[in-house]
């Protein structure tokens, strides 16, 4: 498969992800064979689901998944910093590291605001 | 999205389309979103009368679409050219027809 194709897929992905969620409230079939036609581009031109939608299929059912419609997201402290993601569908819990780098950013901002409430 | 013959590997869904000719007369005129795609059929989204059904499935082999890119230019694809499963179209090479 060659690279203008992958291109091409990837764009594909992005609208169909776009649709779906566009989609989801109205019906809601729609929006998950949206999500199925996206996932079987990826499979056919083998390129990965993008990082930013990556969450939004669930890992048990391969269902499409958006907060405030068919899923809780909760944010836990323990261990590691992690998001963790419920399917309404099936239940299974997906976890997500929330990254090193926003950590910081966060500290940054905090010892910003600080120094602002000091003066 | 450049209008070239490699335009079949593109995405289709969201997009407005319209039935220009066909061999079947009653679909033609039949325009909107496209809402659903198969093998063989095309599902749009009908506006114009609110009393009939409103998602028309039109089978591809009979009709020739005016399809407005996101740019708004049109684009006239004859149906024979897009036949195929959407994630199957991006495998198939293209052959020339003109």
């Not at chain 1, 581009?41 to 990965?48: D, E, K, L, P, S």
């Not at chain 1, 939004?56 to 944010?75: A, S």
């Not at chain 2, 997009?15 to 007369?25: D, E, G, I, T």
């Not at chain 2, 009709?63 to 499963?85: Q, S, W």
Request: a positive charge; hydrophobic letters at 35%.
């Amino acid at each position: 498969m060659s690279a203008a194709k992958k291109r091409i897929a990837v764009e594909r992905i992005h609208k169909l992800f776009q649709l779906a969620q566009d989609m989801i409230h109205e019906d809601e079939e729609l929006a998950q064979r949206y999500i199925t036609i996206a996932r079987k581009i990826a499979m056919a031109v083998r390129v990965h689901i993008p990082k930013e939608h990556r969450w939004k299929i669930c890992r048990g059912c391969k269902k499409f998944i958006l907060p405030g419609v068919n899923c809780r997201v909760r944010i836990q402290h323990r261990r590691e910093p992690h998001r963790v993601i419920t399917c309404g569908y099936c239940g299974k819990q997906m976890r997500f590291p929330i990254k090193e780098k926003t950590k910081r950013a966060y500290a940054k901002n905090s010892t910003q605001s600080e120094e602002k409430a000091k003066r | 999205m450049k209008v070239t013959p490699a335009i079949i590997y593109h995405e289709f869904l969201g997009l407005k389309a319209k039935v220009v000719r066909a061999s079947n007369p009653s679909i033609i005129g039949i325009s909107g979103e496209i809402l659903d795609e198969t093998r063989n059929t095309i599902v749009l989204f009908h506006e114009d009368n609110p009393k009939s059904r409103r998602r028309k499935t039109i089978v591809k082999k009979q009709a020739v679409f005016h399809l407005t890119l996101p740019d708004a230019t049109v684009v006239e694809i004859d149906g024979k050219t897009i036949i195929g499963r959407p994630e199957e179209r991006l495998k198939r090479r293209i052959r020339r027809l003109w």
